[in-house]
């Protein structure tokens, strides 16, 4: 899944649609002249990239999942109807997905691990993704302005449906699976920023402390009532499944360095190498302490069922950073509720949404559409498709 949209996203900047044209002016480009020019709406890839034939799906059901994408398009119209100093780039996507499988991970041939499927659970996952790209004064006539389309933008609304977008797989310090909870992959979801009426907005903004990011980004995901798509990953859980992972990690690495054959088997590099098992052990000793000094603490406060919220994942550097922060400090740990997904319901039924959004801070006209999405994007219009 992460493949085909890396790749929708990259072509979408690439290819051409109309092309890219000139804008004559009667004033000399400005700012000020950029942002009363009216851009385009443009509908690339003929409106769909279409990756569903895993998915069996009949012209019909198609149709259907097209009726739901093209309301919401409608959505992003009746809010921003004529783009201003920039063009608004769109299409739907429909592909296999799969929502809340167990996992395991098997080491492969050159030792690195790969996600493998216990029983596949595939949903047809849908989206609308808009970019919006801007227009440029053209230095070498200053009565010209060139299009923003085609060309590369970091400002992109993405609505989809049964897919929890916005909740990463988490990853160590040296590139490996976390791991799992009962079988489901822990996945971080963004910090909660403030409440949009009935909806939470999440995501990362400037300033956001100790976090790694690469832009502004905000999200709301759209569920049923009473129901999440996503349980968090409780305190136990989590300093549980730190102190197994770095067992291992360190034993690993312990073990390697007792079996590794020496340059040259005399006393020095006998030294050598046991100086540095020695640190390897004190080190493990050390970073095992600390998580289940955590684990001790937290079960005498009360708060093994609390939410694992942290800012540093599963690192063997705390030092004397805190494991667990507050609920805006941080990234809330979460499975995928294995319950969600109701199984009486049509493929082509969105049973949630993610609306995810990504702006250029830098040119007025594309934070403009950010803030208009946060104002006024019917999120209680798509609540109410959830099931239908």
Known sequence: MSRVFVLCVVLLMCSPVNGQVKIKTTRPCSDEVLFNTPGRWLKTYNGLLDYSEDLNLTPAQKKEILNRLNAIHQMMLGIYPQPKALDA??????????????????????????????????????SYTSGFFRHYCNSNNPNEIFSGYP???NTWIYVNANTLTVAKELITEDGAAFGTIGGYPV??????????????????????????????????????????PYIPVTRKQYLERCISYFTEWYDKGIKSLKESPLPFDDKDN?????????????????????????????????LLQAPAIVQFFCSPLLNDEKIFVPEKEGWTLVIQ????????????????????????????????????????????????????
């Open 89 to 126: 780039a769109w299409h739907h996507n429909i592909s296999y997905g799969t929502f809340a499988e167990q996992v395991k991970y098997d080491p492969n041939s050159q030792g690195t691990l790969n996600r493998v499927a216990l029983k596949e659970k595939p949903v047809a996952s849908f």
């Open 151 to 153: 060309g590369e933008t």
């Open 187 to 228: 996945c971080q979801l963004q910090p909660p920023i403030k409440n949009l009426g009935d909806f939470e907005l999440r995501g990362i903004e400037d300033g956001t402390a100790n976090i790694s990011t690469t832009g502004i980004e905000h999200s709301v995901i759209i569920h049923r009532n009473g129901m999440l």
């Open 337 to 388: 509720n294995p319950d969600y997904m109701r199984k009486d319901l049509p493929k082509y039924v969105p049973q949630f949404f993610v609306v995810n959004w990504r702006w250029d801070e830098y040119w007025p006209p594309q934070t403009d559409i950010a803030k208009l999405i946060e104002e006024r994007f019917p999120f209680e219009t798509l609540q109410a498709m959830i099931d239908k």
């Open 270 to 302: 006998r030294e050598i190498r046991d100086n540095q098992i020695n640190i390897a052990i004190k080190n493990r000793d050390t970073c095992l302490k600390r998580y289940r000094d955590e684990l001790n603490k937290t079960t005498t406060e009360g």
